[in-house]
């Protein structure tokens, strides 16, 4: 009906630029109107007895009708750009990729995957349209791009999808011929992460417009979808570790997601899915157990007639190590604090307290140590025996009790060794012990007051924690947020407090004390370097233990998980990591190392090699190579063809003739990728479309689609000018406008 009217295809219209083409001036046909419209109104005037609002309809027909004749006495024209009939070359490129061969609908008569319901489309004359105008080539895509000699001759499904490699490939592949454009059919899902800006900046480069063809469900209501798994790659032993993980789902309902150590139940919770959103995010708390490699495996409950299960699971490898974090606490003075702290820290077997008390000006008293050499001389004077420990706490302690030389091996602690220390309050702390003037003091979260001010005081006051608590582990005593405030509501009121001074910019409060003069920080971090520091401005924590029955644990509770904070962010003397613990679909295993030595410099030069022992194979050697991204890195591949847990033996021996070793392990799936996200992607399909000068068109909009496409402007082109004056709608109008004024004449009975 459209050309039947216009002459011209809709896409010419949409895409053509509109022109006079006798060269006389649009000014001059302006001119022409307006006198036109000049001498109506003369003429109309003669006729008043019509009344104002006809002589109004009248003039306006009369002035469209003389303008519509003015502008074809200018003759119009439509430029338009189309490539050459037979000249060109289009790419027609199928996903083949697993998710392609999901079906959206199982009860149909006829059920058919989503390539098949692509492939019928194609056949049914989208394909023929296309070769009227194009020489049409055929392709399949999964993770690379293949040539296909007919639609009946496809590839079996491929197991992960790169759209943004295959795309290149095709256009560096066709870059020797006239290409006018790409029909790419997919449902977007790209799970091999090529579709990054730089990539799609340099599909754009090409010039050839790339029109996506999306396949597949936007939403599948009775499908659950494990999207993401957030949990810690390494946790100590004994400890409870939260996951916080991502559920996509397109209806409100409930699941339950339970999570396995092998076979053995680690933990279950019934999960609400909201209507108000597609993706909802839920956190689950689970034990680690005892030291080693723990395969976990997260599962969501199958809702009611879920077809697809394989990707309500997840995976992750998670190391309890062995090693036990050092901890060197050291106190100026024997107090209570120091008593308690020891009590509640003590036990946990993850982490060793080493404590040193000086009792008299030159004596210690020492607990925890491993032998009678450590820490016989005080404390730590060189970088070897002082960078053993993971971090540091330092109580009641004058600072001037230390040499200039202890103070620097203290700031390189943090800021080279990347451990952490933790500052307490007391008569000899903070500022009261002259900490304001040391060299940590550059890498504390405060300014700390001046020593000459009385910082440290007694006076009652409540514990809160702030905003930024409910992402600290430190300050979680109960899972739960409103029994975790709850808990922190009832705890006893301090004894003391001390000033913290002014927040750095990089300073994060987790605690603050409230009284009568208002709020104040109690307990602040920050990063510096490679570790932290922590300021805590009470030394009456103790209450919460004296003043609380025997069964509470909220003083044990936070002093270890404020211990590990501090002491499990510090940097290992040798480390051994891959990119990610599961590889999904993936052969190529990447593997980082580090060396240090015993003052944390870096080690270059070394001899450095992997051990890789498949779980159900022979272990083979793979040599490791100096890394680009700095000293003492080192870096390795290896191809993990079988699926199971790899355990990586590291062993490196340095210039010096020392032996470090480090161990890792990695878990290979096969046969999962392309389960997950299987989900029509439009908003992928629409933005490879923007970005290359395409559209984005739905399966059913394919003959739409065949009709576009030659008036691309990539490939071999020609200019063509149409005419517009002759088009039946022009005629039609004049006619319409003719016969409207005299009609109206006619009701009137003023012909």
């Known amino acids: 009906m459209f050309e039947l009217l216009f002459t011209h295809p809709q896409w010419a219209w949409r895409t053509g630029t509109f022109a006079f083409a006798n060269g006389w001036s649009r000014w001059a046909l302006a001119v022409c109107v307006v006198i036109a419209a000049a001498l109506i109104v003369l003429t109309l005037l003669r006729r008043r007895s019509l009344g104002a609002s006809r002589l109004l309809t009248l003039g306006t027909l009369q002035l469209l009708f003389i303008t519509l004749l003015l502008c074809l006495a200018w003759r119009p024209v439509l430029h338009i750009e189309r490539v050459r009939d037979r000249e060109n070359v289009l790419a027609v490129a199928l996903d083949t990729s697993a998710s392609m061969a999901l079906d959206d609908r199982p009860d149909a008569a006829r059920p058919q995957s989503r390539l098949q319901h692509a492939v019928s489309a194609l056949q049914s004359s989208a394909l023929n349209s296309l070769q009227q105008s194009f020489e049409v080539r055929l392709f399949s895509f999964s993770s690379r791009a293949e040539s296909l000699s007919s639609l009946d001759a496809m590839p079996p499904p491929g197991t992960q999808t790169r759209i943004g490699d295959s795309l290149v490939q095709l256009l560096q592949t066709a870059s020797s011929v006239p290409l006018a454009g790409i029909v790419l059919l997919s449902d977007g899902v790209d799970n091999g992460e090529t579709l990054s800006e730089e990539r799609l900046a340099e599909i754009a480069s090409f010039g050839v417009p790339v029109h996506t063809v999306g396949v597949g469900a936007e939403t599948i209501p009775d499908d659950l979808e494990l999207e993401q798994v957030r949990v810690a790659r390494v946790a100590p032993a004994g400890a409870t570790v939260t996951a916080a993980v991502r559920v996509r789902h397109d209806a409100a309902g409930s699941t339950r997601l339970r999570v396995y150590d092998h076979d053995k139940l680690l933990a279950a919770e019934v999960l609400q899915l909201p209507a108000t959103t597609s993706v909802s995010t839920h956190s689950i708390e689970f034990p680690v157990g005892d030291p080693g490699t723990h395969d976990l495996r997260f599962t969501l409950d199958a809702l009611e007639g879920e077809r697809d299960l394989v990707n309500n699971s997840r995976s992750h490898v998670l190391d309890v190590p062995a090693e036990r974090r050092r901890i060197l606490y050291v106190e100026g003075e024997p107090r209570w604090e120091y008593k308690f702290l020891r009590r509640a820290v003590e036990p946990e077997r993850s982490l060793h307290l080493t404590s040193m008390v000086r009792t008299t000006p030159n004596k210690y008293f020492r607990q925890g140590v491993r032998s009678g050499a450590e820490l016989q001389r005080g404390f730590p004077t060189d970088a070897a025996e002082l960078f053993a420990y993971d971090a540091v706490i330092i109580g009641s302690f004058d600072a001037a009790t230390l040499s200039v030389q202890q103070h620097q091996l203290l700031r390189q602690f943090v800021d080279q060794r990347g451990g952490s220390v933790l500052l307490l309050a007391g008569n000899n702390g903070l500022s009261a012990g002259g900490w304001e003037r040391a060299a940590l003091a550059q890498t504390l979260p405060t300014h700390l007051p001046s020593k000459q001010a009385q910082s440290f005081v007694q006076r009652t006051a409540a514990v809160r924690p702030t905003l930024y608590a409910a992402d600290s582990a430190i300050t979680r005593l109960d899972a739960d947020a409103t029994r975790n405030a709850e808990a922190w509501q009832t705890l006893p009121k301090l004894a003391d407090y001390q000033s913290l001074g002014k927040l750095k910019p990089g300073a994060i409060v987790l605690l603050e004390t409230t ?181 984005y068109w739905q399966l059913a909009d394919l003959e739409q689609l065949a009709a576009a496409i030659p008036y691309s402007r990539a490939g071999i082109v020609e200019r063509r000018t149409l005419e517009l004056w002759n088009l039946p709608i022009v005629f039609l109008t004049l006619l319409a406008l003719l016969a409207a004024e005299w009609l109206l004449r006619l009701k009137w009975g003023r012909l």
């Open 515 to 695: 009284t009568e003069q208002g709020a104040a920080p109690l307990l602040v971090w920050q990063r510096f370097g490679q570790g932290a520091t922590y300021l805590l401005g009470t030394a009456s924590t103790l209450r919460w233990q004296m003043r609380l029955a025997p069964d509470d644990q909220r003083h044990e509770l936070f002093w270890r998980q404020l211990a590990h904070a501090v002491a499990d962010g510090a940097l290992p003397r040798t480390a051994l990591a891959s990119g990610k613990s599961v590889y999904d679909d993936e052969r190529q295993v990447r593997m980082d190392a580090q060396l240090r030595n015993a003052r944390f410099e870096p080690i270059d030069a070394a001899q450095v090699e992997l051990l890789v022992a498949p779980e159900h194979d022979e272990p083979y050697r793979v040599p490791m190579q100096p890394s680009d991204a700095g000293a003492g890195r080192y870096v390795a591949s290896f191809d993990a063809p079988a699926t199971g847990l790899y355990r990586v033996d590291m062993t490196a021996r340095t210039p010096d003739g020392d032996m470090q070793s480090a161990t890792a392990y990695v878990r290979r799936n096969d046969g999962l990728l392309e389960h997950y996200g299987a989900r029509q992607d439009r908003a992928v399909l629409t933005r490879i479309a923007g970005m290359t000068g395409g559209r």
